[in-house]
């Protein structure tokens, strides 16, 4: 992605906040007539198997992972939301995997080159660092992470080996700050901080080396 496109990213992301922070001050007095329990109990009233599947399915029709992460650490106990979400990702990157590898292929380069990314060139000996670095990288959506992958036909196996285990640690965090806003439990709270930026200080560690890694295949 070039420098004037993620200025550009960055700039629509600023504007949308703001957008919904105006909003939000705008109708602040009927937004604290919502109940937030409510509408928890409400999603929660399907059940735990509706909502996995909508997990599994919907990122790959450009649905965020991170609101389902969220809610699912709000809805359900922790072991539950952990393994639950884990098996839906996993399933979706299998699902994406076989949309923009196999099935849809054209459909799906399009849909990348529109949103300035190129599927990248793997080979035996590189395909762990890029989907590594692909899957820590900020600012790619968890769908596009996929479709690229697929793209670049990538052995499943290896895709999944990879993936499936990034995700998963890297949406803990999330899972756990969910279900600490709803339980009001701040120690819980600060873990899910504190372990979020855990992860996210390995991951700019990870990053580094794979980039210094990749720079030195490049030049040897």
């Avoid at 949406?171 to 969910?178: A, L, R």
């Avoid at 819980?188 to 200080?201: D, Q």
Wanted: net charge positive; with cysteine.
């Amino acid at each position: 992605m070039t420098k004037t496109r993620i200025g550009l990213v960055a700039l629509l992301g600023l504007a949308a906040l703001g957008a919904v922070g105006a909003f939000g001050w705008v109708y602040r007095d009927r937004l604290s007539d919502i109940d937030i329990q409510e509408m928890v109990d409400w999603i929660a009233s399907f059940g735990p198997i509706p909502f996995f599947l909508a997990m599994a399915v919907l990122p790959s029709l450009w649905a965020p992972a991170s609101p389902f992460l969220l809610l699912a650490g709000a809805l359900y106990d922790l072991p539950i939301a952990i393994m639950g979400c884990g098996l839906a990702l996993t399933v979706n990157q299998a699902l994406s995997w076989l949309l923009a590898g196999k099935l849809f292929r054209p459909a799906f380069e399009r849909l990348v080159h529109r949103f300035g990314y190129s599927v990248p060139e793997i080979t035996p000996n590189s395909m762990i660092s890029i989907a590594v670095l692909l899957r820590i990288t900020p600012g790619v959506p968890f769908p596009l992470q996929n479709y690229l992958l697929g793209l670049a036909r990538m052995p499943f196996g290896w895709y999944i080996a990879i993936s499936a285990p990034i995700s998963i640690i890297m949406g803990s965090s999330i899972i756990i700050f969910g279900d600490a806003i709803m339980k009001g439990n701040t120690a819980l709270v600060l873990l899910a901080i504190s372990l979020f930026i855990v992860i996210s200080l390995g991951v700019r560690q990870l990053r580094s080396r794979l980039n210094r890694k990749a720079r030195e295949e490049k030049t040897s």
